[in-house]
């Protein structure tokens, strides 16, 4: 049973920031806007489909010429949990607040007896173990892990384990066996971690090394009962796309789509969109952040944007009467930023369905749960303790 909309596509643009958040100062990320700055740099940026959703109008810093109308609704909202990083956006998007956030290991790497530990149970000797992006540490390390038999692990600016292998000499299998390990032993409170995250690779020299798509993402449970697991309990399909299924561990999911890529992502989405099903697609597209936002790459973020508004093109010609997308983002990662972590900002709330009559700027909403909490409006299930729906707003 639903109100108004048969289908929901959530598609989450990994990092699209649209300003600093309020309590930005808190986190270090003062005039933080990855959208407004990626604006300013590439005037030429060519996103015809989101300015007609009314996107730079979000946005106070961003001079993008608007068009003369625009279609659906926008507004901002506000991260209520006290995080900055991919699983609290997530999981507060899915009705959960995420008090205390997840632990990090940025400045000193992993501790010595959680590294020890790690070796005896895999069986590898440990390189790397401090904060770097994924691709120099292969580049850096790359050729000696392949010589020693050791295995690389690193973390970022995230609560985040990862662990480099030569798909072919380490074996993905194997790289699997390690991560898992890594899992059981970041359970402890101690060391405990949002996620593990196998890295394969190929090549063998510097210069050739290439991540493959067979990542895999070890995550935390949610700690409650989400906007998934109802509309699972109650016979809808939740379909993935990307990592969604690897960030809520499987919970609430019914149907898992992998992704090689954000534009593929988008290819799947613009599939599952010609296929019939009642519930959501909840879509997670990565490159924006992992290969532009913490690489600082501002031209690779604008043409990442480029690609994703074609395909929103497509995907939004294949919406039926009862249909609601909504476009949005779960943290910020300005490219022009200090640093390479993730940006404290508001993000975009973009909805449209071919059924709208109206269009306009709604107010800020002071939680990403306002998504959820839509959703479960919806489709007539319990909605979650914190966020508000807007569906009657939508006409």
């Known amino acids: 049973m639903y109100k108004k909309y048969k289908r929901v596509f959530v598609i989450v643009v990994d990092s699209f920031g649209i300003g600093h958040a309020p309590d930005a100062d808190r986190f270090g990320d003062e005039g933080a806007d990855t959208f407004g700055h990626i604006a300013a740099a590439c005037p030429s940026l060519e996103i015809p489909v989101l300015k007609s959703l009314g996107l730079p109008s979000l946005d106070v810093d961003v001079q993008l010429a608007a068009p003369s109308k625009t ?3 926008r507004r901002r909202l506000k991260e209520m949990s006290n995080g900055k990083d991919t699983m609290t956006g997530h999981w507060e998007m899915m009705g959960l607040y995420v008090a205390a956030p997840f632990q990090t290991f940025t400045e000193h790497g992993f501790p010595k007896e959680l590294i020890e530990e790690l070796e005896k149970r895999c069986g590898k000797k ?3 173990n401090k904060a770097a992006s994924g691709t120099e540490i292969l580049e850096e390390l790359g050729e000696r892990e392949i010589a020693e ?16 292998g030569n798909e072919e000499l380490f074996d993905l299998e194997n790289l699997y066996r390690c991560c898992e390990i890594a899992r059981e032993l970041t359970m402890k409170e101690e060391w405990k971690v ?21 990542r895999h993402d070890y995550a935390l449970k949610p700690f409650g009962r989400t906007v998934l697991d109802q509309l699972k309990e109650h ?19 019914t149907e898992k789509w992998k992704s090689t890529s954000s534009v593929h992502g988008m290819e799947q989405t613009i599939e599952i969109a010609g296929k019939a099903f009642e519930g959501i697609c909840f879509v997670n597209l990565v490159d924006f952040d992992a290969l532009w936002g913490h690489r600082r790459d501002v031209k ?66 002071s939680t990403f749960a306002d998504i959820g909490a839509t959703i479960a409006d919806n489709f007539c299930i319990s909605k979650p303790d914190i966020g508000e729906s807007i569906l009657e707003t939508l006409r």
């Open 71 to 73: 279609i659906g609704y």
């Open 300 to 365: 690779g973020y604008a043409a990442e944007l480029e690609r994703f508004d074609k395909n929103l093109k497509k995907l939004m010609g294949k919406l039926q009467e009862e249909d609601l997308l909504i476009v949005t983002a779960d943290h910020g990662n300005d490219p022009t930023y200090k640093g390479t972590d993730h940006t404290r900002e508001m993000v975009p709330m973009l909805l449209y369905s071919p059924s709208m009559e109206r269009t306009g700027n709604l107010k800020d909403g």
């Open 126 to 128: 440990v390189i790397g």
């Open 149 to 164: 038999n050791a295995m690389i692990v690193y973390t970022s600016a995230d609560s985040v384990l990862q662990i480099c």
């Open 194 to 214: 949002g996620r593990v995250i196998a890295r394969p690779y190929t090549g063998t020299k510097k210069g050739e090394f290439k991540r493959t798509a067979n």
């Open 235 to 253: 016979g809808f399909s939740v379909i993935s796309v990307g990592k969604i299924a690897d960030i809520f561990d499987g919970q609430g999911i």
